[in-house]
């Protein structure tokens, strides 16, 4: 992953925070892509650089328009998930008010709020340029231990019949649980959105994953003619045969939160959808050993230093 880290180095030096912003031609749809929301994830980024420079390269018309833009690049820059505060918990509607109306005090402007003045005003400019076309969002993400690819959304219809389209499992109700995601504000402006996880942070398949979820958005949404996309249909392959879940539908049972990173300590070897049984320990938390409140599958223990979120129980369901 190295060389991963040096390709976002210079990416940072060199680049504002959008990775290419694309006026196509025609009333198709609007995307915009995130990446590196996070600091400690650089391979969206790395994967979003890959798939438009492939685009310029060989001069693929696009029908619609197109946004990639880095999350926080402060803490990308540190390799480190963030600053003071998690950017992807701040888009809470208090902090969308002061976005749009009160402005954030001296005190408020932490690394974080910066960036999310800039995020949010560059949506503002995307959105501005638009004439009623279909909005997508796709945050690109990866986990601190072992996963399938897969996808989170709230509970927005045309979230949920995004997601079926794609070959991966995905946990449908991300906002009874986490607050304040990019994601929730984007779903709530009528954009169809999900965040889209693809594997472990250091993991240099990660970069592979992400593009093949950025061309099969691509496709599906009518950007791009699925012709003229590289392997479409092994993009397609490889994300379904690495699930044993592709095209499953999970809700969330329960979650951990984490008070003190200093004192969580998730027990070693737990990897995304594994099967867990009420009763099972599954970590230290204040040197008290935390059980399995329910069975069902083991969803994003935390195995990093930051982070509230310890582990999520989640159980299969058939449909909504």
């Known amino acids: 992953m190295e060389q991963v880290w040096q390709d976002i180095e210079h990416l940072l030096i060199h680049k504002d925070r959008v990775i290419t912003e694309i006026a196509g031609n025609g009333s198709g749809p609007a995307i915009a892509f995130c990446a590196g929301l996070h600091g400690n994830e650089p391979s969206g980024v790395i994967a979003l650089k890959n798939v438009f420079a492939y685009l310029h ?3 693929i018309p696009v029908n619609g328009r197109l946004l990639a833009f880095i999350g926080n690049r402060n803490a990308l ?6 600053a003071q505060e998690d950017l992807n918990r701040m888009w809470t509607a208090a902090n969308i008010r002061k976005l749009h109306n009160s402005g954030f005090k001296e005190q408020e402007l932490n690394p974080e709020a910066v960036e999310m003045i800039e995020i949010d005003q560059l949506l503002q400019g995307f959105i501005n340029h638009l004439n009623g076309q279909e909005r997508y969002f796709v945050d690109l993400h990866t986990t ?13 219809p045309q ?5 079926l389209q794609l070959p991966i499992p995905f946990v449908a109700n991300l906002d009874d649980f986490l607050k304040g995601t990019l994601m929730h504000y984007l779903d709530h402006i009528k954009f169809r959105a999900l965040v889209f996880e693809a594997g472990m942070h250091d993991d240099p398949a990660s970069v592979q994953k992400h593009e093949a979820i950025i061309w ?32 499953k539908v999970f809700k969330i ?8 990173n200093r004192k969580f300590a998730m027990l070693p070897g737990f990897v995304n959808f594994q099967v867990v049984e009420q009763g099972m320990p599954l970590a230290i938390d204040h040197g ?8 069902g599958h083991i969803f994003m223990p935390l195995y990093q230093e930051q982070g509230a979120d310890g582990f999520f129980i989640i159980s299969r369901v058939d449909s909504h």
């Open 159 to 163: 979230s949920y019949d995004f997601a």
């Open 253 to 260: 049972l329960h979650r951990h939160h984490v008070a003190d």
């Open 288 to 295: 008290k050993e935390v059980i399995a409140p329910y069975s």
């Open 144 to 156: 601190s231990s072992p996963s399938v690819p897969f996808a989170a959304i709230d509970k927005q």
């Open 77 to 82: 820059h540190h390799k480190s998930r963030y």
């Open 216 to 247: 099969l958005v691509l496709g599906m949404s009518g950007a791009i003619e699925e012709g003229l996309i590289p392997n479409y249909k092994g993009c397609f392959t490889l994300l379904q045969g690495l699930s044993d879940h592709p095209h």
């Open 57 to 59: 390269r060989h001069n």
